[in-house]
T-cell receptor
């Protein structure tokens, strides 16, 4: 039931792009993305509700393919402040059991 | 409003003791969630409330865990007869409620309570 995230970890240089993927075996109502910095609580990034929906926040955007039950988070021209662990969370169409994925650790180096 | 607060921030206890944690959500938020997080893992859902009603509880959650939200404001999470495997960060989050049962708004997390069971 827990969504799968890939890759598990990624290391970037400042200014490079990254993609983090999240997939579920269940039909989804929504996908949520959070970022957690070391020693801090998770912080909300965005929610995607509709199939094929794309949303953006500064240079971070995401897409949601409802048919494939997949979401991708796109980080463009990464900054040092993007470092942290990114979690997707999924809400299934049936039931209301919100589940976080295992996370993707992103390290941005100068 | 200062956000979600949790107390205590750290708790060290001996195996077999009971512990209780408190969470104060953002005042206008009627949903409150409890999660447990261990190192290198994502937050694991434990339970959530809408106002004072506990609407869902993880099937994996031991009977030693109980949560309350008596007046729909703050919440407490109690762990009885603690075990070493209970050592983790316990996170509380709050959000507004949606009219759609499948809907969820963004959650605002508190700083967490780190529990160490010796």
């Amino acid at each position: 039931q827990q969504p799968v995230q890939s890759p598990q970890a990624v290391i970037l240089r400042e200014g490079e792009d990254a993609v983090i993927n999240c997939s579920s075996s269940k039909a989804l109502y929504s996908v949520h993305w959070y970022r957690q910095k070391h020693g801090e609580a998770p912080v909300f990034l965005m929610i995607l509700l509709k199939g094929g929906e794309q949303k953006g926040h500064d240079k971070i955007s995401a897409s949601f393919n409802e048919k494939k039950q997949q979401s991708s988070l796109y980080l463009t021209a990464s900054q040092l402040s993007y470092s942290g662990t990114y979690f997707c969370g999924t809400v299934p169409l049936e039931g209301q059991n919100f589940v976080f994925g295992p996370g993707t650790r992103l390290s941005v180096l100068p | 409003d200062t956000g979600v607060s949790q107390d205590p921030r750290h708790k060290i206890t001996k195996r077999g003791q009971n512990v209780t944690f408190r969470c104060d959500p953002i005042s206008e938020h009627n949903r409150l969630y409890w999660y447990r997080q261990t190192l290198g893992q994502g937050p694991e859902f434990l339970t959530y409330f809408q106002n004072e009603a506990q609407l869902e509880k993880s099937r994996l959650l031991s009977d030693r865990f109980s949560a309350e939200r008596p007046k729909g404001s703050f919440s407490t999470l109690e762990i009885q007869r603690t075990e070493q495997g209970d050592s983790a960060m316990y996170l509380c989050a709050s959000s507004l409620a949606t009219t759609n049962p499948s809907g969820m708004y963004e959650q605002f997390f508190g700083p967490g309570t780190r529990l160490t069971v010796l």
